[in-house]
């Protein structure tokens, strides 16, 4: 694990500059020519740009792009060759089918999750002689009444979002109806509790299943999470580690962007290597998901350099990413979107908006192929995306090896295509 670490760090390091750009600034800091190769960027001036995105939908080779092919290939090596992935499979042999009934009450990827994960919770419980498990960030409670109704597992689902909380109680009481009915169940289940709380890493978990199962005598529970945003990934793996009474945990995380702690391991910590948001911001994103969809134009992020040039242009104003808001991009005009973005801003008319003005903008970047750049620059960067996020989930089992859990692993759960963040953290104690 420590090679694979530092052959991903070493692989890196050159790029963080990069990886940690903003997109919004792609014209007004050139990031094209300050980032992409100059030798892509001139075989992509000779041949045009169009073929070179079916390079990364299509998986086609063409031999005008040689050191595009090289570049996308190394990275692909990169990451199968430093990958601590395991199947599934070691841990869910005989897997069960989906269930059914259960699809009347999630979504088709949700429900994908939730079996997946509550069949390996179940299975490594039994394992284990695991009676009670803490379902962490539960939201709406899907995964918790799940195990609980079909596996009979006394499960806590705690949730600092009390609208969360309340809302998964109801739909226990119609998921429990529609259970009884389907099971002829006559006992209606009373093994799901919700709890509103922030969770923390000093959170005191077994005092909480104590009261709440009203058994004091509960020593031994598992701690499981999907999608657990942000930091609240990080102090899970702190909680298993620090209470001895935490048997296993089954961790998926997500929104990278929005933790605390990385590194975590020590290993990583002494090789001062750090990403940033932007960068961990990429690691949230799903490269197995945009090539599936093939959509090529990324039309809002488009709008939104543009509109950058626009402000730089005609007020030396350069807006930091964020600050324009996700509604401009349901706007299919140029014009219309920059009025949108304006109207964000108190300080800036949006009597500015000169229409001709801006059509000029658009059409002198649209005749030099600047969309297809940007569009381009977007997709190469976006390839990094899984080794940053293998290098984050190795580096959290790094951490939960340095503390002794040696029963640490990674491990593919989910398609990647119907849940982007797909991979599972396991470490049994
Ligand atoms: C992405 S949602 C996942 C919800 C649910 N596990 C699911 O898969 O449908 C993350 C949930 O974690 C909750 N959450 C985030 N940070 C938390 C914390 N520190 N303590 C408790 N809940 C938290 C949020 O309120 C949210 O409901």
């Given at each position: ?5 530092n ?14 750009c ?39 080779n063409?031999?005008?792009y ?6 996308l ?28 009934d ?38 709406k ?5 799940y195990?609980s ?18 809302g ?5 009481q ?6 009884k009915?389907?099971?002829?169940d ?9 709890f ?10 077994i ?5 709440e ?34 048997k296993?945990?089954?961790?998926v995380?997500?929104c ?12 990583v ?26 959509k ?6 488009f709008?939104r ?18 600050q ?17 973005a ?18 000029d903008?658009?059409n ?55 849940s ?7 470490s049994?104690?």
């Amino acid at each position: 694990m420590l090679l694979k670490l530092n052959n991903l760090i070493k692989f890196l390091n050159p790029y963080l500059e990069f990886i940690n750009c903003h997109m919004v600034e792609f014209y007004t800091n050139n990031l094209w020519d300050k980032y992409i190769p100059k030798n892509i960027q001139n075989e992509l001036t000779e041949n045009g740009f169009e073929d070179a995105f079916n390079i990364i939908y299509k998986d086609k080779n063409y031999d005008k792009y040689p050191n595009l092919t090289v570049f996308l290939n190394e990275i692909k090596n990169i990451r199968e060759n430093n990958s601590i992935i395991v199947s599934k499979d070691n841990f869910l042999k005989d897997e069960k089918p989906v269930d059914e009934d259960f699809k009347h009450f999630m979504s088709d990827k949700k429900i994908h999750e939730v079996n997946k994960m509550a069949d390996l919770t179940y299975k490594l419980s039994k394992n284990k002689n695991i009676e009670y498990v803490v379902d962490i960030g539960d939201g709406k409670g899907y995964l918790s009444s799940y195990l609980s109704l079909k596996y009979k597992l006394n499960v806590l689902g705690i949730d600092s979002q009390s609208i969360n909380t309340t809302g998964s109680s109801k739909r226990l009481q119609k998921l429990q109806k529609y259970w009884k009915g389907l099971t002829n169940d006559s006992i209606i289940s009373n093994s799901y509790k919700q709890f509103t709380k922030y969770v923390t890493s000093s959170t005191n978990l077994i005092e909480i299943l104590q009261n709440e199962f009203n058994q004091s005598n509960i020593d031994r529970f598992a701690l499981v999470g999907l999608h657990t945003c942000g930091q609240l990934a990080c102090d899970s793996l702190d909680l298993f580690v620090n209470d001895a009474n935490c048997k296993f945990l089954c961790n998926v995380g997500c929104c990278y962007h929005l933790l605390k702690t990385f590194p975590m391991s020590d290993y990583v910590k002494n090789q001062n290597f750090n990403l940033d948001r932007n960068a961990r911001m990429i690691a949230s994103q799903s490269i197995d998901r945009t090539v599936n969809q093939q959509k090529i134009n990324n039309q809002s992020l488009f709008y939104r350099g543009l509109f950058q040039v626009f402000l730089q242009n005609k007020y030396g104003l350069n807006l930091p990413e964020g600050q324009v808001g996700r509604k401009c991009s349901k706007h299919n005009n140029f014009i219309d979107y920059c009025r949108s973005a304006l109207n964000n801003y108190q300080s800036i008319n949006d009597s500015i908006i000169v229409e001709n003005e801006l059509n000029d903008l658009l059409n002198k970047y649209q005749e030099n192929n600047d969309d297809l750049k940007l569009y381009l620059f977007y997709l190469i960067r976006m390839q990094f995306s899984s080794i940053i996020e293998l290098l984050i989930l190795t580096d959290r089992c790094m951490y939960l090896i340095e503390n002794g859990f040696n029963q640490t692993y990674l491990i593919q759960l989910f398609n990647s295509v119907i849940s982007p963040r797909h991979l599972a953290i396991i470490s049994i104690k």
